[in-house]
């Protein structure tokens, strides 16, 4: 699953996880992604997620997935800040992707 409210940056990200070979079920509202997760959490295998742009605080969103669902998470973000790095990985992301996300 990719959760991000930019479209352009979705858009990107689907069409190279597709060109990976990869499924990808697409929302750029973090709420609506939690209600699929949450009925749906055994169909998915990774969430990748933006740090911004998202209807929800981003890092409510990884504790809820991390500790709701354990489902793994990678953050996307622009922001080369150490800081916020840390707080994605203390919050549950497993890794961060820097954007724009090139293959």
């Not at 800040?81 to 203390?90: G, M, R």
Request: aromatic share 6%.
């Amino acid at each position: 699953m990719a959760i991000d409210g930019n479209l352009v940056s979705l858009s990107v990200l689907i069409a190279m996880l597709r060109k990976c070979m990869y499924g990808v079920s697409t929302y750029a509202k973090a709420t609506e992604a939690l209600q699929v997760l949450r009925r749906y959490k055994y169909d998915f295998d990774i969430v990748v997620a933006a740090m911004v742009g998202i209807d929800m605080d981003s890092l409510d969103l990884l504790k809820i997935i991390d500790s709701e669902l354990g489902i793994p998470v990678i953050v996307a973000s622009a922001s080369g800040d150490q800081q916020v790095i840390t707080k994605a990985i203390f919050h549950g992301a497993r890794d961060i992707l820097k954007k724009p996300v090139r293959i």
